[in-house]
């Protein structure tokens, strides 16, 4: 059978899926280097303003525009601001956004999308029209309508790049429950007893959650593009917050004077995030994955 359902109780769950994971780090080395950046972007994120050396807010006209030293490693903005506190404090911000964004449409797209592929009929119907017109647009420019429309909040920035993702999620869980919703396990589990929602939840939907775990890795390094694109053409965050597309929007300015630091750093800390991110999905995919935990 070629998908399972593993219920497994107590420590001993615990246990195999400690020892799962760590199998899953020890046998690839790319995984294992995408979670040890995973770790570093969390712990800038959690420890970052803590750790800064400046105040990313503070500024001195005295010391605007330095090329990076051993004083300001990543150099001073145009009103003397320690860019590196800056870079380091932003992480905060973009992961929050990424990992909200994400985690919104995640929810919003398995639900619609196992709720189409088990029942079907208008439900199906209804889902797929709404989904296509989400899809009928080019992405980032439905983004923008969005935090156009509603506002230029945080928040806004939040909805628009979860909504974009919703049809992502909701397409690829309709395909794997609408494959497996006939398949033996399912029947079985069917009938024994159970409801069709714990069918679906407890039976079905695990199978789904290895393709899914590929698609999130790759939309928190879209999330944190798209936050950053909107920052970047005045949709977005505003300034001063420390944000990665701000700096680089900011920094652009400079660069044809010659102070390229204000740019390439916040930008290679947006491309490390990303790649980070995208390293991830194969590593997620066999930790989640049921049918490697036999």
């Known amino acids: 059978m070629a998908d399972v359902s593993l219920h497994s109780g107590g420590g001993a769950g615990g246990s195999s899926a400690l020892r799962h994971v760590v199998y899953v780090l020890r ?17 800038a994120a959690l420890f970052g303003p803590a750790v800064a050396p400046y105040d990313p807010y503070a500024s001195n006209a005295a010391r605007a525009l330095q090329p990076p030293s051993w004083d300001h490693w990543f150099g001073t903005d145009n009103l003397g601001r320690d860019v590196f506190s800056r870079v380091l404090v932003a992480t905060r911000l973009d992961m929050a956004i990424s990992v909200s964004a994400v985690a919104l449409s995640f929810l ?6 196992a709720a189409s592929g088990y029942w079907g009929g208008w439900t199906d119907r209804i889902a797929s029209r709404v989904l296509d017109t989400i899809m009928a647009f080019p992405l980032f420019v439905l983004a923008m309508g969005i935090v156009a429309a509603m506002g230029n909040t945080i928040e806004n920035v939040v909805y628009a790049t979860a909504i974009i993702n919703v049809p992502f999620y909701a397409r690829l869980v309709r395909a794997e429950v609408n494959i497996r919703r006939n398949a033996g396990f399912a029947l079985a589990a069917k009938l024994s007893g159970n409801a069709d929602w714990r069918v679906l939840a407890v039976h079905i939907f695990p199978n789904a959650l290895p393709p899914m775990m590929v698609q999130v890795s790759l939309n928190l390094g879209w999330a944190i593009l798209n936050a950053a694109g909107l920052s970047f053409i005045g949709l977005g965050v505003r300034p001063p917050t420390a944000e990665w597309g701000i700096m680089v929007a900011e920094g652009a300015n400079f660069i044809v004077s010659g102070e390229w630091w204000l740019a390439l750093f916040p930008g290679l800390a947006l491309m490390l995030a990303v790649f980070t991110f995208n390293l991830l999905g194969d590593g997620l995919r066999d930790m989640v994955d049921p049918r490697l935990r036999t």
């Not at 046998?27 to 712990?43: D, E, I, K, Q, Y």
């Not at 919003?108 to 999308?113: C, D, E, F, R």
């Open 108 to 113: 919003v797209g398995s639900v619609l999308g």
């Open 27 to 43: 046998s690839n080395p790319v995984t294992l280097f995408a979670f040890a950046m995973l770790a570093l972007l969390v712990f």
